[in-house]
Nanobody
Framework: QVQVVESGGGLVQAGGSLRLSCAAS????????MGWYRQPPGKQRELVAT???????NYADSVKGRFTISRDNAKSAVSLQMNSLKPEDTAVYYC??????????????WGQGTQVTVSS
């Protein structure tokens, strides 16, 4: 059975930094794309950043130049370094691991979510 565990959220002042981590455990042979999403209070979940198995990255315009996504394929893990945080970055952050092969086809898993709160 696969478990996806996130860590690293918390409370930080505007201009500060946080690093989110997400790792999967269990029977995983490989992972395709990995990504981070967030859901601000009262809003829908939105994409923050993604990284392919080959290392290509994509960022939401609102975080470009401030956030950096990286992955460790050996550990089925993905991280998000967040710098120059703003109050509007406040949200629950979720990691998503996609393209995981199973006997029934490829599946994806979501992390449980971690709260990031940026105070002004």
């Amino acid at each position: 059975q696969v478990q996806v565990v996130e860590s690293g959220g918390g409370l930080v002042q505007a201009g500060g930094s946080l690093r989110l981590s997400c790792a999967a455990s269990g029977s995983i042979f490989s992972v395709g794309a990995m990504g981070w999403y967030r859901q601000p209070p009262g809003k829908q979940r939105e994409l923050v950043a993604t990284i392919t198995s080959g290392g290509s990255t994509n960022y939401a315009d609102s975080v470009k130049g401030r956030f950096t996504i990286s992955r460790d394929n050996a550990k089925s893990a993905v991280s998000l370094q967040m710098n120059s945080l703003k109050p509007e970055d406040t949200a629950v952050y979720y990691c998503k691991l996609s393209g995981i092969p199973t006997r029934a086809g490829t599946v994806h898993y979501w992390g449980q979510g971690t709260q990031v709160t940026v105070s002004s």
